[in-house]
């Protein structure tokens, strides 16, 4: 079974034995629900929070962005499979509006599993590599379930004080990452981009890269005119933050082909990996599933004998 169904379901679950048999998750804990607090960013935009990767007790899925605009909301991710009441329940803490548009910064599960809650009946958004990913998800035998409207490097919705900006910097986490700009706010979900300090996750099976990751990460943070960012599972930073992630995980590559150089294996590569102490709050892995030195390094090695 692909990487992310293992993924979604082992963490927010811990039941791997469901996720190779295929059969559906039991529904969400009341320690997940509980956990979903809507958080204001700004004017008009919100957050329900995500749950770190961390933790298992009240896994619920990434931080989604709840964008209060004149024709409805927007919501940027929808976190994992049967929490759609729960994030029409906190949206309508905050507004009455309807929901009317989906966009999800890449394809899985923690991130788009509740999308077909919405049945199809919202435009829903992503980069056209993410649907593709998402087509051969179990999820989306339905095509109608599928995002109706995508682009390839940037696209912009709505205007003036509801304007949306949607940009492709290129591959990293997975293959089809969206950064969502807010533009009259200021603000960018980076999704699992910038999912927490440490090294990334890195999907391959879905045209993920660490090598690439650094350069997108740093486009991204080159956009103008932001300085608030909505991360995949941790508090809302700055785009100074982002800046320093993608410092970060330039580093990393840098020591992965150092240590290739040098003839050492992922192994022993990987033992030696320390982060720098002038990132401070880091660590190397946020959690043994997640990535990590090793992992990471096997997917750079990969990718640099090419």
């Keep these: 079974m692909r990487r992310v169904l293992v993924l979604g379901v082992l963490v927010a679950f811990g039941m791997l034995s469901i996720a190779v048999s295929g059969q559906a998750p039991p529904g969400p804990s009341k320690q997940s629900i509980d956990a979903m607090k809507v958080e204001k960013v700004k004017d008009n935009l919100y957050i329900i929070t995500g749950s770190g990767a961390d933790t298992t007790d009240a ?45 999800n910064t890449h394809a899985h599960g923690d991130h788009t599993g509740s999308n077909p809650f919405w049945g199809g009946k919202v435009e829903t958004i992503v980069q056209e590599d993410t649907k593709a990913n998402m087509a051969r998800m179990p999820e989306y035998k339905d095509a109608k379930l599928l995002p109706g409207k995508t682009y390839k490097d940037k696209l912009t919705v709505g205007s003036g004080k509801d304007q949306i900006d949607l940009y492709y910097f290129g591959r990293g986490h997975t293959n089809g ?24 996750f890195i999907d391959p ?14 486009l ?40 290739l150089k040098a003839g050492k294996s992922a192994e022993q590569a990987a033992k030696e990996y320390k982060v720098d102490p002038k ?28």
């Design 220 to 259: 991204a943070g080159a956009v103008r005119n932001v300085d608030t960012i909505i991360n995949g599972h941790i508090p809302v930073g700055t785009i100074k933050d982002l800046q320093e992630y993608a410092a970060f995980t330039a580093d990393f590559v840098a020591f992965a082909q150092q240590s």
């Design 205 to 218: 099976d879905n045209g993920g890269s660490v090598v690439e990751q650094p350069k997108s990460l740093a």
């Design 177 to 200: 990452d969206t950064f969502v700009v807010f533009t009259a706010l200021r603000t960018m979900h980076v999704g699992d981009m910038f999912a927490w300090k440490a090294l990334p």
């Design 59 to 103: 896994f619920s899925g990434g931080n989604v962005a709840v964008f209060v605009t004149d024709a409805g909301v927007t919501l940027v991710d929808s976190k994992l499979p049967g929490f759609g009441p729960t994030i029409v329940d906190r949206v309508k803490s905050v507004t009455n509006k309807p929901i009317t548009r989906i966009i």
């Design 279 to 306: 990132y401070k709050g880091y660590t190397a892995s946020i959690n043994p599933m997640f990535g990590g030195p090793q992992p990471n390094l096997e997917i750079a090695y990969k990718e640099l004998r090419k």
